[in-house]
């Protein structure tokens, strides 16, 4: 099981990564824009407000831009959380035949984290990091069902 839970939670970064350099770098946001011309009609008469006729002849200009070109930088550390999370787990789940109650604490905190930072931002980029938060709580039950094993003097207990 201990196994199970390390491959899980390697599972759950690679989600992390993945969602992570999608939203770097993945135009999420794309549009057209199309400047209106006034045309000048002979005959008619100047109003207070003037009108603008826009003729179909018009160009029509396209654009798309990454989450980094509308947010600026500082998106970046915002966007690293969960991969952050995602490591302390890996690490976590690597020493639970070490320190079994340090690594748990680890495994769940990063897992319990996560998982809001999924709900909180469900509507915008949580949703992207929804595949690794489910991975994450599959290595930490993984982990917590896991049966401490002995691998030698590190975890002898001492009379």
């Given at each position: 099981m201990l196994r199970l839970a390390?491959?899980?939670a390697l599972l759950a970064h690679g989600f992390a990564w993945v969602a992570f350099l999608f939203l770097l770098f993945w135009p999420t946001y794309s549009?057209?824009?199309?400047?209106p011309v006034a045309v000048n009609m002979p005959g008619e008469l100047p109003s207070r407000a003037p009108l603008t006729r826009v003729e179909p002849g018009v160009t029509r200009e396209t654009f798309?831009?990454?989450?980094v070109d509308v947010n600026g930088v500082r998106i970046i550390p915002i966007l690293a959380i969960p991969v952050a999370l995602t490591a302390v787990a890996v690490l976590a789940s690597?020493?639970?035949?070490?320190?079994?109650?340090?690594?748990?604490?680890?495994l769940w905190s990063s897992t319990i984290?996560?998982?809001l930072f999924s709900?909180?931002?469900l509507l915008?980029?949580?949703?992207?990091y929804f595949p690794a938060a489910l991975a994450l709580m599959a290595a930490a039950l993984f982990g917590s069902i896991a049966k401490p094993e002995s691998r030698g003097p590190d975890t002898a207990t001492e009379a």
């Open positions: 390390q491959a899980v549009g057209s824009s199309v400047s798309s831009a990454t989450l690597l020493k639970l035949h070490r320190r079994r109650m340090l690594s748990m604490v680890l984290v996560l998982v709900l909180l931002g915008s980029i949580g949703l992207f």
